[in-house]
């Protein structure tokens, strides 16, 4: 302690290092910004424009035409860049627990809950058959085979509730039963994949002993148990209390504090710190005495800021250039159809089994199919673990992109062939100008770039 109290103080970040995190973060930033709202004047997430930011200035594309500017980038102090999306990262997750909204799960449980795991179950049998024929191609050197092929099926059973629900709110659907069901059936698939998430990842750090993979499921199951006694206990107190006080502040910082809190808690527990910040938020939302709008600061920051930061950091470490190769191109292409096959069919599947029309399941397959942010935070933790190699990162990144990108013209299609409105529907909406909104929206994830989740 004594040895401690002596040291000298850590020197700061001195001034080149300082001008270079400068110069990398205006850079990705203002170039995300910008190719983000290309994106979405092509009817196309932002995601999609802020991943090809790093993928343009990576070793996709820059690295190969001026080395030392694409290694600047993508190299130099690129921990610094990651630190700055991990926190954005674990607000984004926390933004998507928020606007979980449980009576839409209580009022289409049933049809929901089969839909849900129709299409987890298929996409996830055929990520691991995948992921074990295909380990010693794909996995990074040293990593177990039996967890990368767990990891690639949790990979492709997840959908993204964020960019479902901003493709229903665009295209008038949110009042819609089936809007509706696929919200809440995307929700039950999100759920298992932040499940599946930490079992995996603390397999892969503890090895594969009976103890070991014991210990790997039950306490991400108890965590998820016992969280709603710590909502009651202590996040509902302290979220009341900050509402009380009066303005915005207490809320926002409340709520930022308490994220950082249940993530570090949770990685503290050899899990995901991102489990952390999803079940924080999910119990924020939940939370009694909130006033509407109030996260409308913790969003602005996060979408617009820290989240393009991010993904465009993230599309720093894709290298298309390994596509070049006949045998990973034909892999690239095989597990994105699996993906898109395995999603769409599983949900369609589970419509059809609770009595919906084919149509109506199709529309479920096409919505649950959008994977989004959630593929690329998982992207992000196989890489980090050293699970995924370099072509497996980029495979699955590819994956987000190409089934956030397929999913509205094809929801649209399918809703061309449904049914009107049920008397149901059109009870839950009131006229707004010249469109029918719903009376109380269940999620709302703003307008703008929000669409990149």
């Known amino acids: 302690m004594t040895d401690l109290l002596a040291a000298?103080?850590?020197?700061?970040?001195?001034?080149?290092?300082?001008?270079?995190?400068?110069?990398?973060?205006?850079?990705?930033?203002?170039?995300?910004?910008?190719?983000?709202?290309?994106?979405?004047?092509?009817?196309m997430p932002a995601i999609a424009g802020e991943l090809t930011v790093g993928i343009i200035l990576g070793p996709s594309l820059l690295s190969g035409l001026l080395p030392d500017l694409g290694g600047w980038l993508s190299?130099?102090?690129?921990?610094?860049?990651?630190?700055?999306?991990?926190?954005?990262?674990?607000?984004?997750?926390?933004?998507?627990?928020?606007?979980?909204?449980?009576?839409?799960?209580?009022?289409?449980?049933?049809?929901?809950?089969t839909v849900g795991a129709a299409g987890v179950v298929l996409p996830l049998g055929l990520g691991i058959g995948a992921g074990l024929l295909l380990a010693d191609s794909l996995r990074e050197p040293g990593s177990d085979a039996i967890v990368f092929a767990l990891f690639l099926g949790v990979a492709m059973c997840v959908s993204a509730i964020p960019v479902i629900a901003k493709t229903l709110i665009d295209?008038?659907?949110?009042?819609?039963?089936?809007?509706?069901?696929?919200?809440?059936?995307?929700?039950?698939?999100?759920?298992?994949?932040?499940?599946?998430?930490?079992?995996?990842?603390?397999?892969?750090?503890?090895?594969?002993?009976?103890?070991?993979?014991?210990?790997?499921?039950?306490?991400?199951?108890?965590?998820?148990?016992?969280?709603?006694?710590?909502?009651?206990?202590?996040?509902?107190?302290?979220?009341?209390?900050?509402?009380?006080?009066?303005g915005d502040s207490a809320p926002v910082v409340t709520t930022v504090v308490l994220v950082i809190f249940a993530a570090a808690g949770t990685h503290a527990l050899g899990l995901e710190a991102i489990l952390g910040a999803f079940l924080v938020g999910w119990?924020?939302?939940?939370a009694p005495g909130g006033r509407p709008g109030w996260t409308a600061p913790v969003e602005s920051i996060t979408l617009y800021v820290f989240a393009p930061i991010f993904f465009a950091t993230a599309g720093l470490r894709m290298d298309l250039t390994a596509l070049a190769d006949p045998e990973t191109l034909a892999i690239a292409l095989a597990i994105v159809v699996l993906a898109i096959v395995g999603k769409f069919l599983g949900a369609a599947i589970g419509g059809l089994m609770s009595g919906l029309t084919r149509w109506e399941s199709l529309a479920l397959g096409a919505g649950m199919n959008a994977r989004g942010v959630v593929e690329v935070i998982i992207a992000m933790v196989g890489m980090r673990l050293g699970i995924l190699s370099t072509e497996a990162y980029t495979i699955i990144v590819l994956v987000a992109v190409v089934t956030s990108l397929m999913a509205p013209p094809l929801l649209r299609l399918a809703m061309r062939h449904t049914v009107e409105d049920s008397p149901e529907d059109l009870a839950r909406t009131r006229p707004i100008g010249d469109r029918a909104e719903p009376v109380a929206a269940p999620v709302d994830v703003g307008g703008g770039q929000g669409s990149k989740l």
């Open 283 to 286: 119990l924020i939302g939940a």
């Open 171 to 246: 295209m008038n659907l949110m009042h819609r039963k089936i809007g509706q069901l696929i919200l809440v059936s995307g929700t039950i698939s999100d759920a298992f994949g932040w499940l599946m998430l930490p079992m995996v990842t603390a397999m892969a750090t503890t090895g594969l002993s009976g103890g070991n993979v014991a210990v790997a499921i039950i306490t991400p199951v108890a965590v998820f148990a016992g969280s709603p006694l710590v909502g009651r206990l202590v996040i509902n107190p302290l979220m009341g209390w900050a509402h009380r006080s009066g």
């Open 75 to 113: 190299v130099d102090q690129v921990h610094l860049l990651d630190a700055v999306g991990q926190f954005g990262v674990l607000m984004l997750v926390a933004i998507s627990g928020m606007h979980l909204d449980r009576s839409l799960v209580r009022r289409h449980g049933t049809t929901a809950l």
């Open 8 to 43: 000298a103080p850590p020197p700061p970040l001195s001034g080149h290092p300082l001008l270079t995190f400068l110069l990398q973060v205006g850079l990705l930033l203002g170039a995300a910004f910008l190719l983000g709202r290309l994106a979405m004047r092509f009817g």
